[in-house]
């Protein structure tokens, strides 16, 4: 499985922002699809995940009201739409893939960086 993330950047607090991922290869494999940020200088942390078959979403409370994440399965394609951007929400998001929820998380996208100014 392959992931490409994309569609980071540069926005003012209260902005909106929307990242892709878009999965390549054995997708079918993989049921769950999840977004990780990293700031600078923390350890990377859970931001939200869906699963293809169940449409089961969760979220950290963080981003809770904030963020939406979604998945078009004809595209192979996890979106997290950000809304009510914070300064602190600034990182690199990376997407992630796993088999079931329970498995863990094993392939990793590239991470796109968004950076919230205050």
């Known amino acids: 499985v392959q992931l490409q993330a994309y569609g980071g950047g540069l926005v003012q607090a209260g902005g909106s922002l929307r990242l892709s991922c878009a999965a390549s290869g054995r997708t079918f494999s993989r049921d769950v699809m999840a977004w990780f940020r990293q700031a600078p200088g923390k350890e990377r942390e859970f931001v939200a995940a869906?699963?293809?078959?169940?449409?089961?979403?969760i979220y950290a409370d963080s981003v809770k009201g904030r963020f939406t994440i979604s998945g078009d399965n004809a595209k192979n394609t996890v979106y997290l739409q950000m809304n009510s951007l914070k300064p602190e929400d600034t990182a690199v998001y990376y997407c992630a893939a796993g088999r079931t929820w329970s498995s863990g998380y094993d392939y990793w996208g590239q991470g796109t960086l968004v950076t919230v100014s205050s």
């Open positions: 869906i699963s293809w078959s169940g449409g089961r979403r």
